[in-house]
């Protein structure tokens, strides 16, 4: 009698290799697609702290103040006004933060957003004060504010800054590149790492160089 023998099932070692290629492609795929949306989260925060830098440039141009110190920012210069939260600036030419923390819900900064919107040069509400409504909130989940003298201890920056929180250190690096030299510490652009998850308030101090395991909160002179 024949006995019939039963074939073996596995896989080759071609098979296991176009596998192992196949995963290695998504898994590049994957790491690649991540990098190209943090890429892109970077141009975003770049492009806004541009934007409101040429914001307040073109509101001064046209108002012959700085947004937020406007003294003429009521309710008497038209319809879009009449919404605008705080009372009109003082016209010192000083844009003031309550603590000089440029992302307290109080003090002309707060008019600093809502007059740019009235000016029809940035888009949000124009009253609602709390934080991220009337402070723009970035692509990584932080909020956007601006101060005369941003609140780091022995930060040279004097005059506006326009400040971004809750940054990553890899994305901070790469947006410190892109407006200054790329060190935390000198130039235009000074950073603090962010005291706690969520932090929005800079702490004191700035560090040498970025951390990638830290977030940060970034100013830039404008």
Known sequence: ????QRRQQGFTLIEIAIVLVIIGLLLGGVLKGQQMINNAKVK???NDM??????MH??????????GDDPNATPARGANWTGVFAPPGNG???????????????????????????AGLLSGSLSNIA???VHPVNAFGGIEGVTWTPAFTGNPIQGMAVCVSQIPGAAAAAIDNTLD?????????R???????GANQPPAGMPAAYDETQTYTLCWGI
């Open 181 to 189: 030299d790329g060190v935390p510490n000198s130039g235009s652009v």
């Open 131 to 133: 934080i991220g409504t």
């Open 92 to 118: 010192n030419g000083i844009v003031g933060a309550a603590g000089d923390n440029p992302f307290t819900a109080a003090g002309e900064h707060t008019g600093f957003f809502s007059d740019l919107r009235a």
């Open 191 to 197: 950073a603090t790492v962010n005291v706690a998850a």
């Open 50 to 55: 541009r934007g409101i830098s040429a914001a």
């Open 44 to 46: 975003a925060v770049v």
């Open 58 to 67: 073109a509101y001064q141009d046209t108002y012959k103040y700085l947004p």
């Open 1 to 4: 009698m024949k006995i019939q």
